[in-house]
């Protein structure tokens, strides 16, 4: 399985892009402003999109993305989310105001089509399995963990402390984990305000995984990545623990 790291940062800046995945060409993870990397080939090969949360930094590609694509476009997209992602989208985006109501366009096969979800659920999309995973934010939020049948690996979203999913995890044993890591132990408080983690929470989190596995760094607030990963590899010496790189393409 190969995953584009198409966006992976905690804001903008020259050079970021905010959270946004390419899995095998076909499935994307959340839309953030690394839409922008996608070519034109990239965006019609795209036939599902998972998306965590409707904070603007993980979907603010997609009404983009659909404008682009929407003379050309060859199949409808499979858009997953939680109900309240869903009403997000559909009352704040896709309104006529802010923009085009794609979910009625074209009218006789509209380019986007919207499917609730909830934490627990299974999607079996395409070769893939997808299961829904709890998140703790200030807003509804979800992770995805992502299968075929050779591997697997996790996306906790946006996220602070959740006992919830380390059960899980230690169920189904991915080979990756992909989480979010935002602020420095200087901003503890902050973190746990803005359902985010820091090294130090992370650290925590950890204890509860029962089995080794690569940890990728992601979402770090922009001027603080070196302090960050410095001090999760200072708290855990004995874990595979790597920054995320936006423009790198993962392979497990």
């Given at each position: 399985?190969n995953?584009?790291?198409?966006?992976?940062?905690?804001?903008i800046?020259?050079?970021l892009?905010?959270?946004?995945f390419?899995?095998?060409h076909?499935?994307?993870?959340?839309?953030?402003?690394?839409?922008?990397?996608?070519t034109?080939?990239?965006?019609?090969?795209?036939?599902?999109?998972?998306i965590?949360h409707?904070h603007?930094?993980h979907?603010?590609?997609?009404?983009?993305?659909?404008?682009?694509?929407?003379?050309?476009?060859?199949?409808?997209i499979?858009?997953?989310a939680?109900?309240?992602?869903?009403?997000?989208?559909?009352?704040?985006?896709?309104?006529?105001?802010?923009?085009?109501?794609?979910?009625r366009l074209?009218?006789?096969?509209?380019?986007?089509?919207?499917h609730?979800?909830?934490?627990?659920?299974?999607?079996?999309?395409?070769?893939?399995?997808?299961?829904?995973?709890?998140?703790?934010?200030?807003?509804?939020?979800?992770?995805?963990?992502i299968?075929?049948?050779?591997?697997?690996f996790?996306?906790s979203g946006?996220?602070?402390?959740?006992?919830?999913?380390?059960p899980?995890?230690?169920?189904?044993?991915?080979?990756?984990?992909?989480?979010?890591?935002?602020?420095?132990?200087?901003l503890?408080?902050?973190?746990?305000?803005s359902?985010?983690?820091?090294?130090?929470?992370?650290?925590?989190?950890?204890?509860y995984?029962?089995?080794?596995?690569?940890?990728?760094?992601?979402?770090?607030?922009?001027?603080?990545?070196?302090?960050?990963?410095?001090?999760?590899?200072?708290?855990?010496?004995?874990?595979?623990?790597?920054?995320?790189?936006?423009?790198?393409?993962?392979?497990?």
């Amino acid at each position: 399985m190969n995953i584009e790291v198409l966006g992976c940062s905690g804001g903008i800046g020259k050079g970021l892009k905010t959270t946004s995945f390419l899995v095998d060409h076909t499935l994307a993870l959340d839309a953030g402003t690394g839409f922008e990397q996608l070519t034109m080939e990239q965006m019609l090969e795209i036939r599902h999109l998972l998306i965590t949360h409707a904070h603007l930094d993980h979907i603010v590609g997609l009404p983009l993305m659909l404008s682009t694509i929407y003379d050309r476009h060859r199949h409808p997209i499979d858009i997953y989310a939680l109900p309240k992602v869903i009403e997000a989208l559909q009352t704040h985006i896709f309104n006529w105001t802010i923009w085009p109501d794609y979910t009625r366009l074209p009218e006789d096969n509209p380019i986007i089509r919207l499917h609730e979800v909830a934490v627990g659920d299974q999607l079996h999309l395409s070769d893939k399995t997808v299961e829904v995973l709890p998140a703790q934010h200030p807003t509804p939020t979800v992770g995805y963990l992502i299968a075929d049948a050779q591997c697997s690996f996790a996306f906790s979203g946006d996220n602070g402390r959740n006992p919830d999913l380390w059960p899980l995890l230690n169920r189904h044993q991915p080979d990756m984990l992909i989480i979010d890591v935002s602020f420095t132990d200087e901003l503890d408080e902050l973190a746990q305000l803005s359902g985010h983690l820091t090294p130090s929470q992370l650290a925590d989190e950890l204890g509860y995984l029962e089995h080794p596995t690569q940890i990728m760094v992601t979402h770090l607030k922009p001027g603080f990545e070196t302090v960050i990963m410095e001090q999760c590899h200072q708290l855990l010496p004995h874990w595979d623990i790597q920054q995320l790189e936006q423009g790198t393409v993962l392979s497990i």
